[in-house]
């Protein structure tokens, strides 16, 4: 998520400063380049070394389903 975010941040200052016609034009490469086979394998196995390495994404061991998060909004 946060490679989106720092593509769409560098996409947009990129095409302010060069126009619209260029900004599509960037955008359309990175879609290009995000979307590849190869960079999406790359991703999947960079994601599931962070995993490893922080726990971050694990699945929990009673049924194979994600821990199920609370609220931080206190319910009235």
Do not use: C, W
């Amino acid at each position: 998520m946060k490679g989106i975010l720092l593509g769409a941040a560098v996409g947009y200052v990129l095409g302010a400063r060069a126009g619209r016609g260029r900004y599509d034009q960037i955008v359309r490469t990175y879609r290009r380049l995000a979307d590849h086979p190869a960079v999406q394998g790359a991703a999947g196995i960079v994601r599931a070394k962070v995993g490893e390495k922080t726990g971050f994404g694990q699945r929990s061991h009673t049924n194979g389903q994600a821990p199920r998060r609370e609220s931080v909004i206190p319910r009235a």
